[in-house]
């Protein structure tokens, strides 16, 4: 098993990039947020615990994160792919990560840092919206569907994310700038840091991405 780290700040284009690498790479994908807000919205005890760290912009505890990825990672074939989007966002979630992936014999392949300035960011984050059920992302001028306010790959209405209103954005990219930069230190000490330019569309930014992870 090998993992591929995702690495951002909110609005950076994570998710968008994601789904174009699990569709040209067969990445098993492990997405931090959509766990949560999945979990959130099913009302389980993890979603119950988190819902009032995510509303306010800031981090659900280390020990609750790692353990929904843990658990993932436990469960999945040995000899998976695995993309993760948004995890780990601190050292002691990378320990985590560390020390599930010693269990299970995995490694880390690489950690892709996209890199976009706070402005563009926050700019995306405002005009973003999700489908609830697929989770394609759109964006109200850059990414338009085609029928208003409907996704288009599965018909669901699109909504706009709680925590994408501009109070708590403000907050989310504050918490990665203080809470991030450590962990891409990490990386970089390492070796593995494979820092990639988050502007223009989705799949000019894979290509850049696969060229890295080549
Ligand atoms: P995202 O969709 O990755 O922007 O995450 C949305 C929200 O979920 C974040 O603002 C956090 O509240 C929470 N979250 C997602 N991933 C993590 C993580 N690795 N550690 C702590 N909180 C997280």
Excluded: N, W
């Amino acid at each position: 098993m090998d993992v591929v780290i995702l690495l951002g700040a909110p609005g950076s284009g994570k998710g968008t990039v994601a789904a174009h690498l699990v569709a040209q790479r067969g990445f098993m994908l492990i997405a931090s947020g959509d766990m949560l807000r999945d979990a959130v919205t099913r009302k389980t005890a993890a979603g119950v615990e988190a819902q009032v760290y995510m509303t306010d912009g800031e981090l659900v505890p280390d020990a609750l994160i790692g353990r929904m990825v843990g658990d993932v990672l436990r469960e999945g074939p040995a000899d998976a792919h695995y993309l993760l989007d948004g995890f780990p966002r601190t050292v002691a979630q990378l320990d985590i990560l560390e020390a599930t992936l010693a269990a299970c014999g995995g490694t880390i392949a690489a950690a892709i840092l996209l890199e976009l300035d706070d402005d563009e960011a926050t700019e995306r984050i405002a005009g973003r919206r999700v489908c609830p059920a697929c989770k394609a992302v759109y964006h109200v001028v850059a990414k338009v569907p085609q029928s208003d306010g409907v996704c288009d790959t599965c018909g669901t209405a699109l909504i706009q994310r709680d925590d994408d209103l501009p109070e708590t954005v403000a907050q989310r990219i504050k918490i990665y700038h203080q809470q991030t930069s450590e962990v891409i230190e990490v990386f970089a000490a390492r070796g593995l840091l494979k820092p990639v330019v988050g502007t223009g569309g989705g799949a000019k930014v894979t290509e850049r991405i696969l060229k890295v992870l080549t």
